[in-house]
T-cell receptor
Framework: DAKTTQPPSMDCAEGRAANLPCNHSTISGNEYVYWYRQIHSQGPQYIIH???NNETNEMASLIITEDRKSSTLILPHATLRDTAVYYCIGGLPPSNTGKLIFGQGTTLQVKP | DAGVTQSPTHLIKTRGQQVTLRCSPKSGHDTVSWYQQALGQGPQFIFQYYEEEERQRGNFPDRFSGHQFPNYSSELNVNALLLGDSALYLCASSLVGTAPYEQYFGPGTRLTVT
């Protein structure tokens, strides 16, 4: 499993885009990048995942660099409810059975 | 559609005691994973159950054991509790063969060992 590096904390103004970076320089060619978030006192919530191409869903966008060594999760219009710990999980091959390895994550504080 | 449910919400145990935590997966899911989350840390994988068998295990001692029932619900048992077992225990469910990493987590059980 690829080791990921995330900044411990970030702030974002409400209504602005939140861009959360993640380095996963040891990721292999067939390994996915997953993002989860954990709002205080709740279980983690799946956000999005990707392999090579940029991905977008109703929650966020995921931008993966061409060399796949890093990615950025984008929350286009952050709200106070997006305040949470965001986890980038890298290096999950298709053959894996779904064991998630969480690091420390990035604590995003959305401010009014 | 009920999501993942866990019981109890909180419990307090004494060192040396045994505890059983319960989890009901999201409807339609067949795989249950358990995680331990210490305060201020990310969740740590304990083990995963599929078809009533432990399929994968993290770096946890044998004091941690589990079970999955025919209806896919699961139990986590911890024997000889230590103070360091105090944590939030999370259950996550998924469906084999379809996006296994898209796991749905329950709200967790907060275990305090005194």
């Amino acid at each position: 499993d690829a080791k990921t590096t995330q900044p411990p904390s970030m702030d974002c103004a409400e209504g602005r885009a939140a861009n959360l970076p993640c380095n996963h320089s040891t990721i292999s060619g067939n390994e996915y990048v997953y993002w989860y978030r954990q709002i205080h006192s709740q279980g983690p919530q799946y956000i999005i995942h990707g392999l090579k191409n940029n991905e977008t869903n109703e929650m966020a966008s995921l931008i993966i660099t061409e060399d796949r060594k890093s990615s950025t999760l984008i929350l286009p219009h952050a709200t106070l409810r997006d305040t949470a710990v965001y986890y980038c999980i890298g290096g999950l091959p298709p053959s894996n059975t779904g064991k998630l390895i969480f690091g420390q994550g990035t604590t995003l504080q959305v401010k009014p | 559609d009920a999501g993942v449910t866990q019981s109890p919400t909180h419990l307090i145990k004494t060192r040396g005691q045994q505890v059983t935590l319960r989890c009901s997966p999201k409807s339609g899911h067949d795989t249950v994973s358990w995680y331990q989350q210490a305060l201020g840390q990310g969740p740590q994988f304990i083990f995963q159950y599929y078809e009533e068998e432990e399929r994968q295990r993290g770096n946890f001692p044998d004091r941690f054991s589990g079970h999955q029932f025919p209806n896919y619900s699961s139990e986590l048992n911890v024997n000889a509790l230590l103070l360091g077992d105090s944590a939030l225990y999370l259950c996550a469910s998924s469906l084999v063969g379809t996006a296994p990493y898209e796991q749905y987590f329950g709200p967790g059980t907060r275990l305090t060992v005194t």
